[in-house]
């Protein structure tokens, strides 16, 4: 494109836009634009603050089939205390075992592993760090046995998977056993590598395991449950199993020094409760001993997380509030005015590039405080990334703080040292403005895990809302955004859109 003098055609721009743009609308002329200079192209550049921007809370969240769940209580200093418990099915890992006669429980070992990662490999073992905990406290919880069925379908929806919520906590408490199974005290993840001693037939194995939650849970429990049952139709199938034994409940029973929250990885193969037995044997000489065996349970195939949250309210208009978990989430109209999205259509720009950038308001939060490194946007009108996310060339796998940065821009700083979050929309504008949709509305949530777009159910202040992204729902982090209405003008929310003209 042949360089043209900046000063003269800004002017002339300034003056060919707001005639068009008043013979459409008379607010459409008041947005300026001007001639920005790039180092791949010369491009003019349209500035709107017409969109619209507000928080909504979310109401629930739908929490079963979660790539990860959590346990614990978060303490944020802006939004609040939030507790999250969980509800898990139990499985038989070979339906119908043959107990012996003679079977008898040594012990009874809960293991859900941490996620964690190696640091150091030495002739000793391993020392690990912990991936994903929230917190430096301590929590006290409990473990129940559930009454409540966790169907896999839903009659109510053409049998289709049968959708759990985080606002559920009253309804699967109403069905508890009134005793808890087992009770842990000061609990906080620990990262350590745990030495393992196993019975096997007459002898026992030793390993060593990566950090986890590993509780003793009491035989006599497990003995009337499992062994007692050896032969009956409790135990014939896990469709028996899960409608006699309906699961168990981790509740929270409270937070010291502002509590801890971990992910557990239940996906994890390690991830079961083991019952270690013993049985008497006799060998072809006659001689009388005692084998050791174990038998595992598996956790699922249902498991839900459930929220109790003291955050209630949005504090004002001028910000937008993002918390993770069923926290606040903002909801974006790029034009709410159509008639200015048809006479950008009419000049039938070809867009080079168009950005969001959502300034943080420091000022609103506390001294360190912990904010998301990244957040997404995502189409209301259908619940899927925008195509930006889709095109991204920048994905990486094991690197997800930085992975897609080109789309969804990290948490950043200017050259004043204000933070904020840039998210480029190129594509999505070039779709928006070279055809006739009018899918305008935007969703925009924390994240903790870019490289995972799936959404889940949801339910929000506003009809906008019935989905919501999975790495959101995970994410106990929350922020405070400018939005268009911020005092402060640099930082108001606002679209960019650097185009050059087709005719």
Known sequence: M??????????????????????????????????????????????????????????????NQLPVYQLGSYQDPIYGKTDANLLTQISLSNPDPQFQESAELDSVILNIPYFSTITEQTADGRTYKLD????????????????????PFDPNDDFNSQAYYSDQTALFESN???????????????????????????????SKVSPRLRVALPTDYFNDLILENT????????????????????????????????YLNFTSDEAKITLYYNYDFTDVSGEDSKLNSTYDLNFGPNTVNTFESEYTTLPDQENLYLKGNAGSMAVINLFPDQSELDSI????????????????????????????????????ENGLPLSDYQFASDILQNNIVNSRRVHLGRLTEDDNGDSYYKIRITNYMNNLVSSESTDTKLGLTVSQNVNIPN???????????????????????????????????????QLDIYYTETN
Request: proline residues 4%; glycine residues 6%; charged residues 20%.
């Open 2 to 63: 042949t360089k043209l003098n900046f000063t003269r055609l800004s002017h002339l721009s300034l003056l060919l836009l707001a005639l068009v743009f008043t013979s459409c609308n008379d607010d459409f002329s008041e947005v300026g634009s001007s001639l920005v200079d790039n180092n791949n192209f010369d491009a003019l550049l349209y500035e709107t603050n017409n969109l619209t921007a507000k928080s909504t809370k979310i109401e629930r969240a739908q929490t």
């Open 132 to 151: 994903s905990v929230f917190g430096d406290g301590r929590i006290d919880f409990s473990i129940f046995r559930s009454n409540y069925f966790l169907r």
């Open 176 to 206: 508890l056993d009134p005793a808890p199974i087992y009770q842990v005290q000061n609990f906080k993840p620990i990262a350590q590598q745990l030495t393992v001693i196993t019975p096997s037939g007459s002898s026992a194995d030793t």
């Open 231 to 262: 032969g009956t139709n409790v135990l014939i199938s896990n469709s028996n199993f899960q409608d006699f034994f309906r699961g168990l409940y981790f509740k929270v029973d409270g937070a010291d020094n502002g509590g801890v929250l971990s």
């Open 345 to 380: 259509r009419e000049l039938d720009w070809l867009v080079n590039e168009a950005n969001l950038r959502f300034y943080v308001n420091e000022s609103a939060l506390p001294e360190n405080y912990d904010q998301p490194e990244r957040i997404f946007i995502y189409s209301l």
């Open 455 to 493: 959404t889940v159910k949801a339910e929000a202040g506003t009809d906008s809302v019935s989905e919501i992204p999975v790495a959101s729902v995970v994410s106990p982090e929350g922020t405070i955004l400018y939005g268009t209405q911020a005092p402060i003008e640099s930082k108001r929310l």
